[in-house]
């Protein structure tokens, strides 16, 4: 299994920024990506952003697309999320996921999870 470590959330206003990390150790070969998913109060945790750890592709859902940056450090198994123009139906628990499938946006198809960082995003 991948144990992960995230750091990176807290309290932010409507418009501000914040940079989540995500450090995984262990075991990840042959697994191919990485991602960000986040569950608000009362709705089914839904994916963010995912970054290939083999070619660097990226994909985003559509409500994060322009604002949203994922990126990746190989020789630290890091990844990043900066998060700019956030708004406040975007606070959240976010999660780190690991062991991904290619492409993936099913939380299905992750199997290493952080266990989540809280977002707040006042207005």
């Known amino acids: 299994q991948v144990q992960l470590v995230e750091s990176g959330g807290g309290l932010v206003q409507a418009g501000g920024s914040l940079r989540l990390s995500c450090a995984a150790s262990g075991r990840t070969f042959g697994y191919y990506s990485m991602g960000w998913f986040r569950q608000a109060p009362g709705k089914e945790r839904e994916f963010a952003a995912a970054i290939s750890w083999t070619d660097g592709s990226t994909y985003y859902a559509d409500s994060v697309k322009g604002r949203f940056t994922i990126s990746r450090d190989n020789a630290k198994n890091t990844m990043y999320l900066q998060m700019n123009s956030l708004k406040p139906e975007e606070t959240a628990v976010y999660y780190c996921?690991?062991?991904?499938?290619?492409?993936?946006?099913?939380?299905?198809?992750?199997?290493?999870w952080s266990p989540g960082t809280q977002v707040t995003v006042s207005s």
């Open positions: 996921a690991a062991e991904g499938r290619y492409g993936s946006r099913r939380t299905s198809d992750f199997g290493s």
